[in-house]
Each structure stands twice: as structure tokens, then as C-alpha cells.
């Protein structure tokens, strides 16, 4: 099975209608969000184009499109991290989806934690904003992952 | 103040640092998930450019970019529901932004629901994927509030 999307329909087919008409950019690429179906908190932002949307839905687990190797990501081939898909969701215009997954494995994030925004902005003395981080540790050792440091 | 962000430096000061050095894509974009800081749901997702980021942190409420209108769209000018800048995260690349905000007013999203993300895939019966309505009723009447249909 290779799912089709619906095209473009009106304003009120958008926002209201049964038809999944997802709506990638100029790029051809739509943001995708993964948030954990259990903690509901977020792990990762990335994109998809059409065929890697297509492969998560036949595959039943994450596949990006990589916007730095501009290839397909099977999100976990190299860790085991694969992301489980338990459910997808689209927003009022259908320009952005939400990946409510199983995260299989230690975390999401190649630096070794379970989400990847593991800091926050905060305003510096200087008025130029800085990073803090919020406290979540490693959860894995990337090296030993990823099998470099 | 006008905060000015950091230039971007080496991958592991990038993800390992102290310095707020966010990616703008080759339009000047980056991706902003609202999430409610009670509920922690996700409510939408939209833009900021260099700008609208400098003036989110400097006003405390959400100021996106609109691709569809290229404007600046301060988040609730129309409608009063602001969102209050509890916290901003990012991510390991720095390319992606989380708005932790508290939700002034009824909802999010311009259709009347608290949350855009109101529909989910699901595999309609000849393969092609179709929408399925999440249960989320509309929490205002968008006529009332952005004063047309």
C-alpha cells in the first residue's frame, strides 16, 4: 500500500473536512513534532516530505527527511531508537504534524538525552540572551550508540 | 534592549554551550511549538523570524512570522489570546524553538479550539489516510471573537 494524500481542497475542507491534504513547503517539506506518548513532553522537531510521511505511515515508525544529509532518516536505524508512531496528528490548516510515539530505547536525542530541548533562553547580564540547562542528564552514552564520540 | 543572538559556533558549543546561537532556515524561519504550560499539549505551530523572536523575548507574549500573510503577527492582537511567555527551550542544533506559554483567553487556534491539533490520521478504507475528529469541541465561537465567519 503507497497512501496517497488528498489535494488541496477549500479553506473549509482544510480546517474541517475528513481529507488529510497535508501542505509541504516551498522545499516540499512539512515540521513534524515527536512527543512522547506517555510523559506527552517533546523529544524532537524534524521534517518530512511526502515519500518519507508515506514510509511512517506503512512503516508504523518515524522516517524524516534529513534537511542537513538531504536524505531519508529512519529515526533509530543507527541507535535502535525508533519511534514507535501511536498516533499522528494535523493542525487547523494542516501545515504541521505531531508524532505522538513510543520512544524505544534511552532517548531521543543523539547527544545522549531523552529529549533534545534540554535548555531553555534566559536573559544574560549583558541583555544578549543565553542557554541554561534544565537538568535532565544523559540517558545513554552517545559513543557507545552512535560508536564515536 | 534589543538582544542580539549569538553567532553560530562549533557543534559542541552548539549543542553543549551557553550561547543562544538559533538557526534561521534560508528563508530567515525557524519552527515554534506553543505548548500550554499547565496541560502541557501542544497548541500550535508557526514561525519566527530574527525579528519576531527579538520581539518575543522582549514582550514576554508570542510575536510569529505569518508565511501566508509575511507580517508579523503578534499572537492575540486580534482576538486577546495572548500567549504568555513562560519559557522557550531549544534544541540540541539549536534550529527549533518550544514556547512553553500560558493561554490567554479560550483557545489557541482560530477555529474556536484550544488546540490546532484537533484531528488524526487514520487509514481510510481504500488506503488513502483520512482525518478523524479528537473530541475537542470548540471552546469559543470564532465569529464572536475575530468578528467574521
Redesign the interface.
Known amino acids: ?1 503507497n ?4 489535494p488541496r481542497g477549500s479553506k473549509a475542507e482544510i ?6 491534504a497535508p501542505k509541504f ?1 516551498t ?1 516540499g517539506l512539512i ?1 513534524a ?1 515527536a ?1 512522547d506518548s506517555v510523559s ?3 523529544l ?2 524534524a521534517y518530512m516530505n511526502a515519500e518519507s510521511l508515506r514510509r511512517t ?1 506503512e512503516l508504523g515508525e518515524a522516517v524524516y527527511w534529513s ?1 542537513s544529509r538531504q536524505e531519508f532518516w529512519h529515526k533509530g536505524a543507527t541507535s535502535g531508537h525508533v519511534q514507535k508512531i501511536v ?6 490548516d494542516q501545515d ?1 504534524l ?1 508524532l505522538v510515539v513510543e520512544q524505544v530505547g534511552a532517548g531521543a ?3 545522549g ?1 531523552g529529549s ?6 534566559v ?1 544574560a547580564t549583558n ?6 540547562f ?1 537538568g535532565g542528564d544523559r540517558t545513554f552514552d552517545p559513543a557507545a550508540v552512535y560508536g564515536k564520540a
Chains 1, 2 share one sequence.
Request: net charge negative.
Open positions: 500500500m497512501p496517497a494524500f488528498a480546517e474541517e473536512g475528513p481529507a488529510f513547503d522545499d515540521a513534532m512527543i506527552r513532553e517533546p524532537m522537531l505511515l534537511r498516533e499522528i496528528r494535523t493542525d487547523c504541521a505531531i536525542c543523539h547527544t538525552r533534545c530541548f534540554y535548555r531553555r533562553v536573559k541583555g544578549t540572551p543565553g542557554l541554561e534544565t
